[in-house]
């Protein structure tokens, strides 16, 4: 049983992390090109689209997606130097928010008393992009054992960050970080088995910006702070019957380490804390994502892959606008076709459904008058029945 028998499967990997307690991580960093023979090279597309929205009370409290659309572009490229060196390069979206609460809520307040514009007006808005350029060297101890290393040099692009109950209007400058990856592998190429342990750094970003206050004249010069964190990552795959492959993924994000937060003169971490010192605007818990799924060529010319993914959830309660579901499970379907001997095109999608949470963040949406009467009393922003659809298309070549 040869490894060019599972040569054709599809393996495309689906992100859905978007939108729930563990994060804010897109595109998770994928070493298997670094094991493909001679050199190669791929460009993929990457489609998502969220539907994602709340209810106050059983009323529909929002007329489009919380989240937006993104779409982003995945290169990889990779080449041998010596016999048992290989060196190779990667770029992706790691990480981002597109959070729109100001264009997307369209329930009013107090029974009607307060228009939805005016309570649209007072919540989050926050858009942010982390990518990450990736160089990576992998070392063949022999035929079954290697070792990996790495620079990920991340880039945060300008972030704009508008929270009004927290007097925060702000557009930062992007920043870039440094992190670092370290792994290991172990083969039996007669049986297509590959065991990977990944483990990356965390990179942390410090927005420089100005923030709006309440008092004209009196802006306060401040920072945007975004982190992404440790991750370990393990993959294995093995085949286990005539051009069939299975395989699975376990990804582990210490995201309770890695929160966004704003830094000026009147911030502080907690109640007690120095004035100063960072304020957390999010309330992400650590992660752990797993998949599962099987890999099966037909002919020569065409394979496909079906997966199941899931992430299990933290709390079925939030005080965050920022934490939009309690975990999720989604299925993919991928398909590879081989146009010539050395190109491939592979495409497929994935659709993924939101574990329901509960926002008691909306409980502290008041008038801001004296009496500070809450707008929508003490229901919740319940986030329901969400799901988020993502659609990809690769080509790869080998040289």
Same mark, same amino acid.
Do not use: C
């Given at each position: 049983?040869s490894l060019a028998k599972y040569a054709g499967v599809s393996l495309i990997a ?38 994602i929205k709340a209810k106050v009370g059983g009323v529909s409290a929002m007329s ?42 369209? %329930? ?5 008393? /307060?228009? #939805? $514009? +005016?309570?649209?007006?007072? &919540?989050?808005? @926050? ?34 960050? %508008? ?5 925060? /209007?702000? #557009? $930062? +400058?992007?920043?870039?970080? &440094?992190?670092? @990856? ?41 920072? /945007?702070? #975004?982190? +992404? ?6 993959? @294995? ?103 010539n001997e050395n190109t491939d095109i592979s495409f497929g999608g994935n659709y ?48």
């Amino acid at each position: 049983m040869s490894l060019a028998k599972y040569a054709g499967v599809s393996l495309i990997a689906m992100s859905a992390s978007m939108g729930h307690a563990g994060g804010m991580e897109d595109t998770a960093l994928s070493a298997g090109f670094m094991f493909e023979d001679g050199k190669y090279g791929s460009v993929s597309l990457k489609s998502q689209a969220p539907s994602i929205k709340a209810k106050v009370g059983g009323v529909s409290a929002m007329s489009k997606s919380v989240l937006g659309s993104v779409t982003s572009t995945n290169i990889k490229a990779k080449m041998d130097v010596l016999d048992n060196i290989s060196v190779g390069i990667t770029y992706y979206r790691q990480a981002g928010i597109k959070l729109d609460y100001q264009g997307s809520w369209s %329930l009013a307040g107090l029974g009607g008393a /307060v228009p #939805a $514009a +005016t309570v649209a007006a007072g &919540l989050p808005k @926050v858009d942010l992009d982390v990518t990450a350029l990736a160089g990576l060297v992998k070392y063949d101890f022999n035929d079954n054992i290697s070792a990996l290393v790495g620079v990920k040099n991340g880039t945060a692009s300008d972030a704009t960050v %508008l929270i009004p109950s927290e007097s925060v /209007v702000a #557009a $930062a +400058t992007g920043k870039s970080s &440094l992190s670092y @990856v370290v792994g290991a592998a172990y083969e039996i190429p007669e049986i297509a088995l590959r065991a990977e342990l990944i483990y990356e750094t965390s990179a942390d970003y410090v927005l420089a910006t100005i923030f709006a206050t309440n008092v004209p004249g009196t802006n306060v010069p401040g920072t /945007v702070n #975004a982190s +992404t964190p440790n991750y370990t990552n393990l993959y @294995v795959q093995s085949g286990i019957a005539e051009d069939t492959l299975a395989y699975a993924t376990i990804r582990k994000g210490e995201w309770k380490k890695s929160q966004v937060s704003i830094t000026n003169a009147g911030t502080r971490t907690k109640p007690a804390s120095a004035l100063g010192t960072p304020q957390d605007i999010s309330d992400f818990d650590d992660s752990t994502d797993y998949s599962i799924g099987l890999g099966r060529k037909f002919g020569d010319t065409w394979s496909s892959s079906i997966s199941y993914n899931w992430t299990s959830g933290t709390s079925a309660t939030t005080t965050s606008p920022f934490t939009l579901s309690n975990g999720n499970q989604g299925l993919s379907v991928g398909a590879k076709y081989a146009w010539n001997e050395n190109t491939d095109i592979s495409f497929g999608g994935n659709y993924t459904e939101f574990k329901d949470v509960a926002g008691q963040w909306l409980q502290a949406v008041t008038t801001g008058a004296p009496s500070n009467t809450k707008l929508f009393g003490t229901n919740n922003a319940d986030f329901k029945g969400n799901s988020v659809t993502t659609l990809g298309v690769s080509i790869s070549h080998s040289f």
